[in-house]
């Protein structure tokens, strides 16, 4: 399947540190919707939905790429596994009260309408039900902008946001352990000295048909030189180096929300 620049492929060595950052999310999930019915909105490739359907009695992947929609159904769809739909999260194609939990993880900075989305997923949660989110930090999202990303939000920013839609809204963060943190150094500042040649701003000015494919191929190339600079490094990262916390939440990597719907 093509790599967008956003869309995590676990089979592309470079990005196995943002990949078990994802994973370690959908651990904390999984362990929280057993016997349950979950939509995924924004599955991606399919290996979230994969390892929450070990948990849960049936689980809907939803993307809004029919690429990504019909590659997870090849690879992971069968007769114990999740179903997958292509998909609008500012229209979700399902009644209310359908799901016990919603998972919606690094898809809100995309969205031009989050309170849209979030009034649709509190009408497709049954009452009582959980959405589980996450979207980057933008204190921490990096040194220049992400052509692919809409808006990015501070702790407090999310927060405000989420209670427009839900009474009762839990702050989370996914940190980074101390070699986790060494790896970011390192690529932050590779992706530093590249935006001070951008001298004249073009990453603001061209379209995203341009930056995004920029985008991807240089996240590749940094990522790989990064990881040469220490060699067999990043193998040894697992999920366990990207700790969930309620503590120092403005100091995360990623902005983690637990909303309930009102029973």
């Keep these: 399947m093509r790599f967008t620049g956003e869309r995590i492929l676990p089979d592309i060595p470079e990005l196995r540190a943002t990949f078990l950052q994802s994973l370690a999310v959908y651990e904390f999930a999984a362990a929280r919707v057993d016997g349950e019915v979950v939509l995924d909105c924004g599955a991606g490739e399919g290996y979230g939905p994969a390892l929450l359907a070990e948990h849960a009695s049936f689980v809907v992947g939803l993307d809004y790429s029919m690429e990504a929609a019909s590659y997870a159904r090849s690879k992971y769809a069968d007769a114990d596994g999740p179903g997958f739909l292509q998909g609008d999260a500012s229209s979700l194609p399902f009644v209310d009260d359908s799901f016990d939990t919603l998972c919606c993880f690094q898809v809100l900075e995309h969205l031009d309408d989050a309170p849209g989305f979030l009034f649709e997923a509190r009408r497709v949660l049954k009452p009582g039900g959980e959405l589980i989110l996450t979207t980057p930090n933008r204190l921490w999202a990096g040194t ?32 980074g352990s101390h070699r986790v943190m060494q790896y970011r150094a390192r690529n932050r500042k590779i992706v530093g000295r590249l935006m001070k040649l951008d001298f004249l701003g073009l990453r603001y000015r061209l379209p995203e048909r341009i930056t995004g494919p920029i985008h991807a191929t240089m996240t590749r190339v940094i990522r ?34 637990i909303a309930r719907s009102a029973d």
């Design 144 to 175: 220049g902008p992400n052509p692919h990303h809409v808006l990015e939000y501070s702790a407090d920013e999310l927060q405000e946001v989420m209670e427009i839609v839900f009474p009762d809204v839990e702050m989370f963060g996914v940190s």
């Design 224 to 257: 790989r030189f990064v990881g040469r600079q220490q060699p067999g490094e990043i193998d040894q990262f697992t999920t366990a180096d990207y700790p969930i916390s309620d503590e120092q939440v403005e100091r995360s990597i990623d902005l983690l929300v």
